[in-house]
């Protein structure tokens, strides 16, 4: 059984550009979350994705978008980068009332 | 407002000996869920364990205990015999309950050396 997959690995980008980044949840689970964590801080919350919609959303501004598929499979958009958008971005997948199952990240670069 | 609380920043402790990390957390709400997670050099968060705000049971799992205390607010993490795989960012969160599930809000984490 596959866990939560996330591509690419790592990614450097510069400033100014826009990035998409990808998420497969675990087999069976249909909500997708997506967590930003900088270097020696706990995640935060970027947003939830349930049926296609947005469904939740932290304190992060509009350059951070989203999108779900059919297949429960989600991207995360950043236009305009900036340096402090650096960090690891984590993808998490649920279902019901069970605990959020991690992916191994994408490390983003901006320089 | 939601707020979580992991004092320790960095503990290091020999191989075999006992160490707890310590986590406080801040919310209004009656009912929520708790949470750990162990985040390993490669990056991954790593599930541990789940405790809703009506059980204050204490739990072990092998050499992983959780000590609930809803006076306190507090949900503390101890390792018993701690062995060098044990290294690692070890994140306490807090998530509502039901709804639409919530989001988590994360400690900032306690860094765990264990040395041989």
């Known amino acids: 059984d596959a866990g939560v997959t996330q591509s690419p690995t790592h990614l450097i980008k510069t400033r100014g550009q826009q990035v998409t980044l990808r998420c497969s949840p675990k087999s069976g689970h249909d909500t997708v979350s997506w967590y930003q964590q900088a270097l020696g801080q706990g995640p935060q919350f970027i947003f939830q994705?349930?049926?296609?919609?947005?469904?939740q959303r932290g304190n992060f501004p509009d350059r951070f978008s989203g999108h779900q598929f059919p297949n429960y499979s989600s991207e995360l958009n950043v236009n305009a980068l900036l340096l402090g958008d650096s960090a690891l971005y984590l993808c998490a997948s649920s279902t019901g009332a069970e605990g959020q199952y991690f992916g191994p990240g994408t490390r983003l670069l901006v320089l | 407002a939601q707020k979580v609380t992991q004092a320790q920043t960095e503990i290091s402790v020999v191989e075999k000996e006992d160490v707890t990390l310590d986590c406080v957390y801040e919310t209004r709400d009656t009912t929520y869920y708790l949470f750990w997670y162990k985040q390993p050099p490669s990056g991954e968060l790593v599930f541990l364990i789940r405790r809703n705000s009506f059980d204050e049971q204490n739990e072990i799992s092998g050499r992983y205990s959780w000590n609930f205390q809803k006076s306190t607010s507090s949900f503390n993490f101890t390792i018993t015999a701690s062995q060098v795989v044990d290294s690692a960012v070890y994140f306490c969160a807090l998530r509502n309950y039901g709804g639409s599930q919530g989001n988590l809000i994360f400690g900032k984490g306690t860094k765990l050396s264990v040395k041989p």
């Open positions: 994705y349930y049926e296609e919609e947005e469904r």
